[in-house]
């Protein structure tokens, strides 16, 4: 069954990190793009980082970029990640994993696959 689930969000103060997870299973054949997707209160989804299956085309809202990183490591189950780093209030928002089996994009429109999120809260 497909599956993607998320872990690793947590409260932090500004200027931290966190390293969020999203264990992806029974994706093996149809997912070329993964990506991580935020929600704040009040405010549409954005995405946030995207990376193709093969690991070359990382793609980064510029909010985000220099700070965050995304990886992933493929083994029969997928696993991706989202590094943090030097985070700010502004980063607060519930972080979605989702999977698509075409091209890499950060638009939540195009994706098919969503975990059920998990919350990240950065305190000033």
């Known amino acids: 069954q497909e599956r993607l689930v998320e872990s690793g969000g947590g409260s932090v103060q500004a200027g931290g990190s966190l390293r969020l997870s999203c264990a992806a299973s029974g994706y093996a054949a149809s997912v070329n793009c993964m990506a991580w997707f935020r929600q704040a209160p009040g405010k549409e989804r954005e995405g946030v980082a995207a990376l193709d299956r093969v690991g070359t085309r990382t793609y980064y809202a510029d909010s985000v970029k220099g700070r965050f990183t995304i990886s992933h490591d493929i083994s029969h189950d997928t696993k991706m990640y989202l590094q943090m780093n030097s985070l700010k209030p502004e980063d607060t928002a519930m972080y979605y994993c989702?999977?698509?089996?075409?091209?890499?994009?950060?638009?939540?429109?195009?994706?098919?696959?969503w975990g059920q999120g998990t919350q990240v809260t950065v305190s000033s």
């Open positions: 989702a999977a698509v089996g075409g091209l890499c994009t950060l638009a939540q429109s195009d994706y098919g696959y």
